[in-house]
């Protein structure tokens, strides 16, 4: 299947060709006056410019009668991100001067506003670019100028990148096309001029050769018209769309099915009940099919609290304060950025922060809610910060660089003390205790290789350590040993505020009552729950190598099922069941991996695969199952008769009773978690609290809490 992504027409193909000579099968071809024109020029050049002769075909779309089938995957929404191309986000406006957009995946930019002059700087480059001639409608409004439809192509081998962003001041606009490379800017393209509103930007591969495959959105005497170039076959379509879309507000290529699918995000004529939709059109067979109801949910935002950064995670919180690490959503080894921010529960406003770096940022909470330690690493080879603060105001009680030399340095606690883990990567270590408020050492001991703690952000009654051997509990103060359980386990690798992969449980603490007196633990032969004050047994479950526990309330819990465990992982889920912890057996037996469930009354409302399903726990029938595969499953929600289930690039809506797809959210984008502790993305990114749900949206690096 050829990887596609689109440039805009022949004219970027004439415009990397010059950056391409050298390596590519095309031939050398001049870009002539590209770019080089302010729009006052009087000069008369069209679309024909960029593109070599070849037949040209239009296209009358009509809708395809497919348009009323539902959607049965993610895949089959809207794609918002895709292959080498990444949509952007508006980071701050300041001073109405500067506009600063920073894009995931390649090169942030600064666009200057001067006066009537608007510059252009990449950070990594000392050249500034003056882009006024090219924005010559706007000169009339500068000061009210906003950015949309920013995408950004970074390409491989040097080539540089191409920047694309329109521009608008309420009354005119300018869609321009920016190259740079090397840290020095090239040529400007204003799409403007011949009517271009948006541009796929992309190229197709076969083989070792690559064709342009581009598609741009063009508007003439009234008329909105799609146009695709396809160079392999020397064909430029025009799609002229139907007189029923009344606006297209943006454009993205998405293959799917061995198909080339234009999704638009588009407004139709009439009161249809929703302002967008996103409308599907084939390439391969020149029809429209179907249309996907969009609903912006920030309008029904209390408020929001933005990082700066792509990812946010809920990891506790007080009665008056919330605990958000926030991170850059880079793949695991690659991010750089990770703090912690203490923010307002009722109002979301910063309180303040701690900038961390390359690892997690590890937090232990006191016992009366007042203090919070932290521990950071700025910098792979950098000593470990720890320190001790206030809650409410972060003000630094104690602080000192701990200097043992160590990959792998982690932090939880127990009554009054905070224990530091220290080791290299499955190698022998120690633990430290300190004394909480002043960081006196209180004692230490050996940690065998195949031990490790267990992990915290609450204090309890004892440090747990669990090895191979099973579990050992010692007392806060003194170190002693308080309790054992001798009993075959695999401790786990990674550790975490959300414990072990084995058992995904949210321990999360945003309650001043809550206080862990007991846990469950994962055995070889079997899921217990142990009382921490003294080690007895409270209940057990039968567990079988390969089978995790997810725990969906205090009575129901899934028992998931893989073909291999490998330490700390597991591959090819294969069925699951759920266990009624009140009569202690299993009540249901599914032919098929459930990752995620949530019960409501006498319901339970799951995810499994390619199917989202609805269970009576009564009588055990199935309500209904409608085909939808979610990428990156997290916690579902229930508000009035909506279930609304999170997925990587959006969150969709359900009608709880029938199951039938209601709409897609259109500005919420919970993202994708990679190389973070197990548990994270599926408890940290979507939380039900005080009434509301706070969610993190990557695509503008926000939390939002939403009353529905």
Request: hydrophobic letters at 40%.
């Amino acid at each position: 299947m050829s990887q596609r992504e689109t440039l805009l027409g022949t004219g970027l193909v004439l415009l990397l060709l010059t950056l391409l000579a050298a390596c590519s099968p095309w031939p050398r071809l001049s870009i002539g006056e590209t770019g080089k024109l302010g729009d006052n020029a009087s000069s008369q050049k069209t679309l024909a410019l960029y593109s070599p002769s070849g037949l040209v075909e239009v296209k009358n779309l009509l809708w395809d009668e497919q348009a009323t089938q539902p959607i049965t995957s993610e895949e089959e929404s809207y794609q918002k991100w895709f292959w080498a191309s990444y949509q952007t986000r508006l980071i701050s406006l300041k001073d109405q001067m500067n506009l600063v957009v920073e894009e995931y995946g390649a090169e942030k930019f600064t666009l200057e506003i001067k006066g009537t002059q608007v510059y252009m700087k990449v950070p990594r480059s000392q050249k500034t670019l003056n882009l006024t001639p090219y924005v010559f409608p706007l000169k009339a409004g500068m000061g009210n100028i906003q950015v949309s439809r920013v995408k950004v192509v970074e390409f491989t081998y040097g080539w540089g990148q191409l920047y694309y962003f329109h521009l608008s001041n309420g009354q005119a606009w300018a869609y321009l096309a920016v190259h740079w490379q090397e840290g020095k800017p090239g040529h400007v393209i204003p799409l403007h001029r011949y009517g271009i509103k948006d541009v796929v930007p992309a190229f197709n591969l076969e083989g070792e050769r690559m064709y342009d495959a581009g598609a741009y959105l063009q508007e003439q005497g009234g008329k909105r018209i799609v146009v695709a170039y396809d160079a392999r076959k020397n064909r430029r379509t025009e799609y002229v769309l139907p007189d029923e879309i009344t606006g297209v507000h943006s454009m993205l290529w998405a293959v799917q099915h061995y198909q080339d699918v234009l999704d638009m995000v588009v407004s139709l004529a009439g009161d249809t009940g929703y302002d967008r939709y996103v409308a599907k059109l084939s390439l391969n067979h020149g029809t429209l099919v179907g249309t996907i109801p969009l609903k912006p949910l920030q309008d029904k935002q209390e408020w929001s609290f933005n990082s700066g950064l792509r990812l946010n995670f809920v990891v506790g919180g007080t009665r008056d304060t919330l605990f958000v690490t926030a991170d850059d959503g880079e793949f695991s080894g690659y991010h750089m950025e990770e703090n912690f921010h203490a923010i307002d529960r009722r109002t979301g406003r910063p309180k303040w922060s701690v900038k961390g770096g390359y690892l997690p940022i590890d937090h232990v909470l006191s016992q009366d809610r007042q203090r919070i330690a932290l521990l950071s690493r700025l910098a792979h080879d950098a000593k470990p910060q720890l320190s001790l603060r206030e809650v409410a105001t972060g003000k630094v009680i104690w602080s000192r660089t701990y200097a043992e030399e160590s990959t792998n340095v982690a932090l939880t606690g127990a009554d009054g003390v905070l224990v530091l883990q220290v080791r290299e990567w499955e190698k022998e270590g120690k633990i430290q205790a300190l004394e909480e408020t002043t960081g006196t050492r209180l004692w230490e001991r050996p940690l065998a290789a195949d031990e490790t703690l267990y992990f915290t952000n609450l204090g309890g009654p004892a440090v747990i350590i669990m090895g191979k051997r099973g579990l050992t509990a010692l007392e806060p103060k003194t170190g002693q040993v308080k309790w054992e359980v001798s009993k075959d386990m695999t401790p786990p690798l990674h550790r975490g505020p959300f414990g072990e992969y084995r058992i995904a449980v949210d321990r999360r603490v945003f309650s001043e009552r809550q206080r862990p007196t007991r846990q469950w633990f994962a055995f070889s032969d079997e899921f217990r729950l142990v009382d921490i004050e003294n080690g007895n047994t409270i209940s057990a479950i039968e567990r079988v190598a390969g089978t995790r526990m997810t725990m969906v309330n205090d009575r129901y819990f899934l028992i998931q099922k893989y073909k291999e465990e490998h330490g700390y992982y597991f591959s090819e889920p294969l069925t699951t069941d759920l266990y009624d912890f009140e009569i202690k057996k299993v009540v249901r037996q599914f032919g098929f991996h459930v990752s995620t469930a949530r019960v409501e009354g006498d319901t339970l409302y799951y995810i499994a695969g390619d199917r989202i399903g609805a269970l009576d726990l009564i009588s055990g029938e199935t309500l209904w199952s409608t085909m939808f595969a979610v990428r990156d499953p997290k916690e579902t929600f229930i508000r009035g008769y909506l279930l609304y289930v999170p997925g990587e690039r959006s969150l969709f809506a359900f009608d709880k009773v029938t199951g039938k797809f209601a709409f897609q959210v259109s500005d919420i984008e919970p993202g994708f978690v990679e190389g973070r502790d197990p548990l994270i993305g599926n408890y940290g990114l979507v939380t039900e609290l005080d009434g509301g749900v706070l969610i993190s949206s990557s695509e503008d690096g926000a939390l939002y809490r939403l009353v529905l």
